[in-house]
């Protein structure tokens, strides 16, 4: 009797399984990396949406923020849904400059810069016009203000969050207010 064939339906049965099983773990690995670049897109069309309707807004009426009689200045509102693998977002700001994980608020330059990040993806930038230049606010007694020592903004994690945005002016300079308050320190 041959007994040869024994031997070998076990192997096969073994390699196939250890093939299978590879090519299990390497879809797993793609389709986890292309969750990021999806959420990473997603965040980048949040961020152009944004910027497409700040762009006109910046055309409008500006307040001046240190005449307490004046008109509200030319506002929009934007609610945000953003990817749970977002790290942050910040506008004006980079938020982790050192790479460190310890988030700060310090500006970048005059403001006009939207940084953001995606868990396991390198952090990106996009510079924007000197026309859209980003504060946080401060609410001091139901009017917003710039908050001092001047600051951008900064969003942790994803989720669905709502912004507004006023234009100002502080003498002759013309700022995109943020009117929130972000938890985190310059």
């Not at 910040?90 to 460190?100: S, Y």
């Amino acid at each position: 009797m041959d007994e040869r064939g024994a031997i070998f339906i076990p192997m096969r049965v073994l390699i196939s399984i250890v093939v299978m099983a590879a090519i299990v773990g390497i879809a797993f690995i793609g389709l986890q990396n292309a969750m990021k670049v999806a959420a990473e897109k997603q965040v980048e069309r949040e961020c152009n949406e944004l910027i497409s309707m700040l762009s006109t807004m910046v055309k409008g009426d500006a307040r001046d923020i240190n005449n307490p009689q004046d008109m509200q200045g030319s506002t929009r509102t934007k609610e945000f849904d953003l990817p749970d693998k977002l790290v942050y977002i910040g506008f004006g700001v980079d938020p982790d400059p050192d790479n460190d994980g310890k988030l700060s608020s310090k500006l970048v330059g005059n403001g006009s810069c939207i940084f953001y990040k995606v868990e396991g993806m390198s952090k990106k930038v996009i510079w924007l016009d000197n026309d859209i230049k980003f504060r946080e606010g401060k609410n001091e007694s139901g009017k917003w203000k710039i908050k001092y020592p001047e600051q951008g903004f900064v969003i942790k994690d994803g989720g669905k969050i709502k912004l507004s945005f006023e234009l100002v002016k502080d003498f002759s300079d013309e700022y995109v207010l943020i009117l929130a308050e972000d938890n985190i320190e310059p």
